[in-house]
């Protein structure tokens, strides 16, 4: 039997500026769904980009009622946790519901904003067929950038430690490396947060 399990978790607070911060939320999904090119994903999105996605959904499924996020209220703040868990069970019930429904989860966007980390803009161009990489290739591209989940990097660093360690860096030189593209996914069961 076909299960999709979606889980928001890990609200963190980022600095856009001297002025500006905002929370994001990790999303992670497991299926074994075949409307899914990944079967295991984690992304981090924040509010407006639910927002976004819920509008975009909403003109493509006109006939159908989209279930609402949680209000965008003007006394919401960010460093009072009942507010900001509150926000993410009400973003969690939000994909729940939305990945129920079929004809959602034929939306391109709706698999780009889940399993990659693009922004609104590049998702729009992705789907409209502006860019150079398909839906599928966007969300492979991503899963190959970030591969491994905690627990596989704990295992690494054993058998680092393990090694003669004589090298002060591993790095190539050639970009980022895993750990610092890794979007700090725990692989979990569903039931520790239900």
Known sequence: QEFVTVLVRDPRTQ??????????????????????????????????????????????????????LPSKTPFFNMNNPHHVDHRRKGLQEFLEKILQDVLLLSDSRLHLFLQTQLSPEDMEACVSGQTKYSVADAIHNFASLNRRFPIEDEERKKGKNDADSDSESSSSGLGPSDDSISCGCKASPASEES
Request: charged share 30%; glycine share 0%; net charge positive.
């Open 15 to 68: 600095k856009e500026d001297s002025w500006h911060s905002y929370i994001d939320y990790e999303i992670f999904i497991h299926t074994n769904s075949i409307c899914f090119t990944r079967k295991t994903s984690c992304v981090r999105r924040r509010f407006r980009e639910f927002v976004w996605l819920r509008q975009r959904l909403q003109s493509n499924a006109v006939l159908i009622r989209l279930p609402e």
